[in-house]
């Protein structure tokens, strides 16, 4: 099931890129569903990993490799979910602080690498300055990928400490 997720989100993007680069406007009505087939596949990879993460008796290297791909997953979708939210106002974003003379209405496809680099500053909770004051998007998006990342880290931190801590059964 998981490969089928992976195939259609690749088949989605894939799509939603060349609907972008011929049709904005279509690319905007599309741009829910080519963002909620991303955070399905990234959703349930995550919850799958976490799964067997917990499964684990020792904490090793792997774990922790494992761990630390869930989280860098979480900032990738931040970033696919900053990039669609570019879409509705791109007046919102102020990428040129990022990357300067860029114009996101004219090549909206070069603005994901930003988007990626906002999310992860977000994720990590330094924050990014690609957001226009006086505008709620990017704000809204940068809490759900910092809530999202911080809720990742202490679920895992969770199960890491409880590998060491056994409650006593009654």
């Known amino acids: 099931m998981l490969y089928r997720f992976g195939i259609t989100a690749i088949v989605s993007e894939l799509a939603w890129l060349l609907v972008l680069l011929a049709n904005t406007s279509l ?3 599309l741009a829910i569903a080519h963002l909620l087939v991303w955070f399905l596949f990234i959703g349930i990879f995550l ?3 976490v799964r067997v993460l917990m499964l684990e008796p020792y ?3 792997a774990v922790l490799m494992g761990e630390a791909a869930g989280y860098l997953l979480i900032g ?3 970033g696919f979910l900053l990039h669609t939210l570019l ?3 791109p007046q919102a974003f102020d990428l040129a602080l990022v990357s300067p003379g860029f114009d996101p209405r004219l090549h909206p496809l070069h603005a994901f690498p930003a988007m990626v680099m906002a999310s992860f500053q977000s994720l990590t909770t330094t924050g990014s300055a690609v957001g226009r004051p006086g505008y709620r998007l990017f704000p809204t998006g940068a809490l759900v990928i910092t809530e999202g990342g911080q809720l990742y880290v202490a679920v895992l931190i ?3 400490l409880g590998r060491f801590h056994h409650r006593p059964l009654h």
């Open 158 to 160: 969770a199960l890491i």
């Open 27 to 29: 690319a905007l009505h």
């Open 47 to 49: 919850i799958r990993k």
């Open 76 to 78: 990738y979708l931040g």
């Open 59 to 61: 904490v090793t290297l």
């Open 87 to 89: 879409l509705w106002p």
